[in-house]
């Protein structure tokens, strides 16, 4: 587990840090003038304070914080695209005298290739990877019990289909799926060590549909939408259907600083037997460190 733990590091270090800044850094001269590169990197901090003191009408002292780390580059050319997006998200949330929860805590990359032949439809292939940034857990109270840690677990999935392009600010993809669920001291929590032997299960393969849209707009340069839906079927077991649908909206109020609302969907019957919502409001700090969509 350890050389795995190194070896996606490794990746996702070459991912979200070194192919950008090759492609911020490549010759503008190219030998084929149609390749373009497409690259951004942005820091996005959202917080929520509450403050009481000798307030008779009660309450508590709250502090949230959310911090957003999105990477996207895009290479066009000799009839390729090559799409890459990864997010990070962490955030804690802080009640009064309770201990600080952590209420975000993921790390997501997706990246694919379009054979561009066609005016409207192609083929794609493509490799996602979700795990998290750090150890996660459930809470009662001011006690917290361990649930899962970085790449334990980790999905991985390799993907074939079709890429529709009717719409510039959407992109729309269907695809086969084939996955592996990875976990280790947290298997019997994610659904990967669910036989009942007693031989301890590490991964688990799965084959299924994928559906994943991403439409991104701003309007007058003053409100920036996002909202992504990512839904795999599994063939084998309907029931372990995964939906993931997440917005966000920027209200600018000046250049770094803007009105944020946050909201995400999810259901997972991993997780839980019912739909997960979680929705956020306040202000967030906003910085390109590379380039700009």
Do not use: C
């Amino acid at each position: 587990m350890k050389l795995l733990k190194l070896l996606t590091i490794t990746i996702l270090i070459l991912i979200v840090r070194v192919i950008p800044v090759i492609a911020q850094t490549a010759p503008e001269d190219t030998t084929d003038s149609n390749i373009d590169w497409k690259k951004s990197l942005r820091l996005r901090l959202q917080l929520n304070q509450i403050y009481f003191e000798n307030w008779t009408k009660g309450g508590e002292n709250t502090f949230n914080w959310l911090l957003n780390v999105d990477n996207t580059f895009t290479r066009t050319g000799n009839n390729i695209k090559w799409d890459t997006i990864s997010r990070l998200r962490y955030g804690t949330s802080k009640v009064g005298d309770g201990i600080s929860k952590i209420t975000d805590n993921e790390l997501d990359m997706r990246s694919d290739v379009v054979f561009e032949q066609r005016k409207y439809v192609n083929i794609f292939l493509g490799a996602s990877l979700k795990t998290q940034v750090t150890t996660g857990y459930i809470y009662s109270g001011n006690d917290k019990e361990a649930r899962s840690s970085f790449i334990d677990p980790m999905y991985l999935t390799q993907k074939l289909g079709l890429d529709f392009n009717f719409v510039n600010e959407l992109k729309l993809r269907l695809s086969l799926d084939l996955g592996e669920k990875i976990a280790d001291e947290y298997a019997a929590f994610h659904g990967v060590d669910d036989t009942g032997t007693d031989k301890k299960e590490k991964i688990k393969v799965t084959k299924g549909l994928g559906l994943w849209s991403q439409y991104k707009r701003s309007f007058r340069e003053k409100v920036n939408l996002d909202t992504v839906l990512d839904v795999t079927y599994d063939l084998e077991m309907i029931s372990h259907t995964i939906l993931d649908w997440r917005t966000a909206i920027d209200f600018k109020v000046i250049k770094s600083i803007s009105l944020s609302v946050d909201a995400i969907y999810r259901y997972d019957k991993t997780q839980s037997k019912q739909g997960q919502l979680k929705q956020n409001t306040g202000i967030a700090i906003i910085y390109d460190l590379l380039g700009s969509e």
